[in-house]
């Protein structure tokens, strides 16, 4: 089946520093939609951003992915760490085959130091 | 803009207890979901549903059932909870039309078994 994978589960950065969080993903599907969510604290989780099309850099709220299907890869990167991005971030994926399911990785809480 | 909100928010049981979850959606949003949350497995789907009387099974269904009597609402039913059970529940729902993927989330119900 479907499967994502976060390597980190806990990343600790100081502000201003470049962020990279790591997602790798398995499907036998080749239209899959891959996602970054972010739950902050006592708030919901919510879509920060999405691709489906391979090589494309996808942007959103200061964060961007790239979709690289050769490496099954759809990492989330910022340039500059601020405080205000402490949160948990989830990838996720769709097969895109139409039953709607998406499958979460374990997440990565993201922790920015002053 | 999306809204799914879920009831009680907070649930202290005891084990072999009955607990029910309830989500209603306004968003005329076909699909809806159960996740739990927990800290090193991340967003796990329990059930889902794409409309009045359909249930399909998540990936953690074990020890729940689910129940969706209309469009807008959805329960999720623990009728023997365990210490295993407790987490915090996320429901959700999603248009599904095949271009936007995009899941709105509640606010969560964390739920305690003791």
């Known amino acids: 089946g479907d499967s994502v994978t976060q390597k980190e589960g806990l990343v600790t950065l100081t502000e201003g520093l470049p962020v990279m969080l790591n997602c790798t993903y398995q499907?036998?599907?080749?239209?899959?939609?891959l996602f970054w969510y972010v739950h902050y604290l006592n708030e919901s989780p919510r879509l920060l951003l999405k691709?489906?099309?391979?090589?494309k850099r996808t942007e959103h709220q200061g964060f961007h992915a790239t979709l690289h299907k050769s490496s099954s890869s759809f990492h989330l990167q910022k340039s500059s760490a601020q405080l205000s991005d402490s949160a948990l971030y989830y990838c996720?994926?769709?097969?895109?085959?139409?039953?709607?399911?998406?499958?979460f990785g374990a997440g990565t809480k993201l922790t920015i130091k002053p | 803009e999306a809204a799914v909100t879920q009831s009680p928010r907070n649930k202290v049981t005891v084990t072999g207890g009955n607990v029910t979850l309830s989500c209603r959606q306004t968003n005329s949003h076909n699909y809806m979901y159960w996740y739990r949350q927990d800290t090193g497995h991340g967003l796990r789907l329990i059930h889902y549903?794409?409309?009045?009387?359909?249930?399909q099974i998540g990936d953690v269904p074990d020890g729940y059932k689910a129940t969706r009597t209309t469009q807008e609402d959805f329960f999720l039913l623990l009728e023997l909870a365990s210490p295993s059970q407790t987490s915090l529940y996320f429901c959700?729902?999603?248009?599904?039309?095949?271009?936007?993927?995009?899941?709105?989330f509640g606010p969560g119900t964390r739920l305690t078994v003791l």
């Open positions: 996720a994926l769709s097969p895109n085959y139409g039953n709607e399911k998406i499958t």
């Open positions: 959700a729902s999603s248009d599904g039309l095949g271009v936007s993927y995009e899941q709105y």
């Open positions: 691709s489906s099309t391979d090589n």
């Open positions: 549903s794409y409309g009045a009387g359909n249930l």
């Open positions: 499907t036998i599907y080749s239209n899959a939609f």
